[in-house]
Protein backbone atom coordinates (compact mmCIF):
# COMPACT_ATOMS: atom_id res chain seq x y z
CA UNK A 1 0.00 0.00 0.00
CA UNK A 2 1.30 3.44 -1.28
CA UNK A 3 0.99 6.13 1.71
CA UNK A 4 0.92 10.00 1.46
CA UNK A 5 3.08 12.19 4.07
CA UNK A 6 0.22 14.87 4.39
CA UNK A 7 0.80 18.54 6.48
CA UNK A 8 -1.26 18.01 9.96
CA UNK A 9 -2.27 21.50 9.88
CA UNK A 10 -4.25 20.86 6.87
CA UNK A 11 -4.93 17.08 6.70
CA UNK A 12 -9.22 17.49 7.52
CA UNK A 13 -8.62 19.61 3.68
CA UNK A 14 -9.36 17.54 0.75
CA UNK A 15 -9.43 18.12 -2.49
CA UNK A 16 -11.87 17.35 -4.99
CA UNK A 17 -10.58 15.42 -8.22
CA UNK A 18 -9.67 18.16 -10.67
CA UNK A 19 -11.49 16.38 -13.74
CA UNK A 20 -14.49 17.23 -12.20
CA UNK A 21 -14.20 21.21 -11.76
CA UNK A 22 -12.34 21.59 -14.60
CA UNK A 23 -15.54 20.29 -16.51
CA UNK A 24 -17.88 23.01 -15.29
CA UNK A 25 -17.69 26.69 -15.30
CA UNK A 26 -17.75 27.77 -11.98
CA UNK A 27 -18.02 31.58 -10.80
CA UNK A 28 -17.75 30.76 -7.07
CA UNK A 29 -16.62 28.04 -4.30
CA UNK A 30 -17.73 28.77 -1.07
CA UNK A 31 -16.00 25.96 0.56
CA UNK A 32 -12.29 26.24 -0.62
CA UNK A 33 -9.47 24.93 0.84
CA UNK A 34 -7.13 27.32 2.20
CA UNK A 35 -4.12 26.16 -0.18
CA UNK A 36 -4.73 24.63 -3.24
CA UNK A 37 -2.82 23.40 -6.15
CA UNK A 38 -5.69 24.13 -8.49
CA UNK A 39 -8.51 26.55 -8.77
CA UNK A 40 -11.97 24.89 -8.55
CA UNK A 41 -13.79 28.28 -9.59
CA UNK A 42 -13.04 31.67 -10.66
CA UNK A 43 -13.81 33.16 -6.99
CA UNK A 44 -12.67 30.93 -3.88
CA UNK A 45 -13.91 31.73 0.02
CA UNK A 46 -11.91 29.08 2.37
CA UNK A 47 -12.39 28.36 6.03
CA UNK A 48 -11.62 31.82 6.88
CA UNK A 49 -13.80 33.67 4.78
CA UNK A 50 -16.84 31.86 6.31
CA UNK A 51 -18.53 30.83 3.14
CA UNK A 52 -21.57 29.63 4.61
CA UNK A 53 -22.40 33.39 6.07
CA UNK A 54 -21.55 35.00 2.79
CA UNK A 55 -23.81 36.32 -0.31
CA UNK A 56 -22.83 33.57 -3.25
CA UNK A 57 -23.17 34.91 -7.20
CA UNK A 58 -23.16 32.83 -9.89
CA UNK A 59 -23.01 29.69 -10.67
CA UNK A 60 -21.44 27.92 -6.96
CA UNK A 61 -19.17 24.63 -6.73
CA UNK A 62 -19.89 23.58 -3.34
CA UNK A 63 -17.56 20.83 -1.68
CA UNK A 64 -18.44 20.93 1.73
CA UNK A 65 -16.98 19.93 5.42
CA UNK A 66 -18.18 16.32 5.77
CA UNK A 67 -20.18 15.37 8.87
CA UNK A 68 -22.91 17.24 10.75
CA UNK A 69 -22.46 20.46 9.12
CA UNK A 70 -22.67 18.93 5.83
CA UNK A 71 -26.19 19.48 5.50
CA UNK A 72 -25.91 23.60 6.78
CA UNK A 73 -24.12 23.89 3.33
CA UNK A 74 -27.40 22.41 1.01
CA UNK A 75 -30.01 24.10 2.68
CA UNK A 76 -27.99 27.33 1.43
CA UNK A 77 -27.15 25.27 -2.03
CA UNK A 78 -30.92 25.45 -2.70
CA UNK A 79 -31.50 28.96 -1.53
CA UNK A 80 -29.33 29.77 -3.92
CA UNK A 81 -30.59 27.53 -6.79
CA UNK A 82 -27.45 27.59 -8.40
CA UNK A 83 -25.45 25.23 -7.13
CA UNK A 84 -23.81 21.80 -8.14
CA UNK A 85 -22.49 20.19 -4.82
CA UNK A 86 -20.32 17.12 -3.98
CA UNK A 87 -21.15 15.11 -0.98
CA UNK A 88 -21.24 11.06 0.07
CA UNK A 89 -23.93 9.32 -0.83
CA UNK A 90 -25.30 8.77 2.63
CA UNK A 91 -28.64 8.34 1.29
CA UNK A 92 -30.55 6.72 4.69
CA UNK A 93 -29.60 10.05 6.83
CA UNK A 94 -31.91 12.47 7.88
CA UNK A 95 -30.04 15.16 6.18
CA UNK A 96 -29.82 13.74 2.79
CA UNK A 97 -34.23 12.99 3.39
CA UNK A 98 -34.67 16.77 3.67
CA UNK A 99 -31.73 18.30 1.90
CA UNK A 100 -31.78 16.14 -1.30
CA UNK A 101 -34.64 13.98 -1.40
CA UNK A 102 -36.73 17.19 -0.85
CA UNK A 103 -35.08 19.63 -2.40
CA UNK A 104 -32.42 19.08 -4.73
CA UNK A 105 -33.14 18.98 -8.72
CA UNK A 106 -30.92 16.16 -9.64
CA UNK A 107 -28.80 13.54 -8.38
CA UNK A 108 -25.42 12.16 -10.03
CA UNK A 109 -24.02 8.90 -7.87
CA UNK A 110 -20.84 8.30 -9.26
CA UNK A 111 -19.93 4.18 -10.74
CA UNK A 112 -17.08 3.95 -7.52
CA UNK A 113 -15.74 5.91 -5.20
CA UNK A 114 -13.74 9.10 -5.60
CA UNK A 115 -10.13 9.39 -4.65
CA UNK A 116 -9.73 12.63 -3.34
CA UNK A 117 -6.56 14.54 -2.99
CA UNK A 118 -4.12 16.27 -0.60
CA UNK A 119 -3.84 20.18 -0.49
CA UNK A 120 0.03 18.97 -2.47
CA UNK A 121 -2.08 17.99 -5.33
CA UNK A 122 -1.49 14.52 -4.89
CA UNK A 123 -4.14 11.80 -5.07
CA UNK A 124 -4.65 10.31 -1.99
CA UNK A 125 -6.85 6.97 -1.44
CA UNK A 126 -10.20 6.06 -2.75
CA UNK A 127 -12.76 7.49 -0.09
CA UNK A 128 -13.82 5.76 2.68
CA UNK A 129 -17.87 6.47 1.14
CA UNK A 130 -19.43 6.77 -2.32
CA UNK A 131 -20.07 10.07 -3.81
CA UNK A 132 -22.63 12.21 -5.46
CA UNK A 133 -22.94 15.34 -7.02
CA UNK A 134 -26.12 17.28 -6.39
CA UNK A 135 -27.91 19.95 -8.37
CA UNK A 136 -30.15 22.83 -7.26
CA UNK A 137 -31.75 24.74 -9.98
CA UNK A 138 -32.60 24.40 -13.30
CA UNK A 139 -29.20 25.97 -14.88
CA UNK A 140 -27.10 23.42 -12.61
CA UNK A 141 -29.34 20.45 -13.47
CA UNK A 142 -28.57 20.83 -17.40
CA UNK A 143 -24.90 21.15 -16.36
CA UNK A 144 -25.07 17.85 -14.24
CA UNK A 145 -27.01 15.83 -17.18
CA UNK A 146 -24.57 17.00 -19.56
CA UNK A 147 -21.85 15.68 -17.10
CA UNK A 148 -23.40 12.65 -16.98
CA UNK A 149 -22.87 12.00 -20.37
CA UNK A 150 -19.05 11.73 -20.23
CA UNK A 151 -18.46 9.88 -16.92
CA UNK A 152 -19.26 6.67 -15.48
CA UNK A 153 -22.17 6.77 -13.26
CA UNK A 154 -26.04 7.36 -13.10
CA UNK A 155 -27.79 10.28 -13.19
CA UNK A 156 -31.40 10.80 -11.07
CA UNK A 157 -33.78 13.24 -12.12
CA UNK A 158 -35.42 14.57 -9.01
CA UNK A 159 -37.34 17.58 -9.93
CA UNK A 160 -37.73 19.84 -12.86
CA UNK A 161 -39.13 22.55 -10.97
CA UNK A 162 -36.59 25.48 -10.30
CA UNK A 163 -37.28 24.07 -6.32
CA UNK A 164 -39.07 21.91 -4.73
CA UNK A 165 -40.29 22.80 -1.20
Known sequence: MKTFNTNTKN????LT???ITQFFDFDLDPCSPTVRPWDTAKNHFNENDDGL???WNGF????????RETFKWMKKCHEH?????????????IGFHSEIW????????????????YVSGTQGMSANAPSV????????????????????????????KEKNK
Open 53 to 55: SQD
Open 102 to 117: NKANAVFFFKGRLKFY
Open 11 to 14: NGEW
Open 81 to 93: NNCIALIFARTET
Open 17 to 19: PPY
Open 133 to 160: LVAYGSNATLELERFSKENNGKLIILNK
Open 60 to 67: IFCNPPYG
